[in-house]
């Protein structure tokens, strides 16, 4: 039913918010995206590394007690 969205859905959208928010402000847009997505990406390495750093200790752990 659904196959995804072509290309010219793509431009459609991208007319659409040209027209709303105007040149000025796309710029803007794509500065607050673009940083956003950073921080997303940031946010997941760090939960990668908490999660990692705490399967190293867990053994250690464990040895410990026994």
Known sequence: MFSG????????ILLIVLVIFGPKRLPEM?????????EFKNAGKEIQQDIVSSLEEEPESKNKQG
């Open 5 to 12: 969205i072509g290309p010219m859905e793509i431009i459609f």
């Open 30 to 38: 794509g500065k607050s995206v673009g940083k956003a997505i950073k």
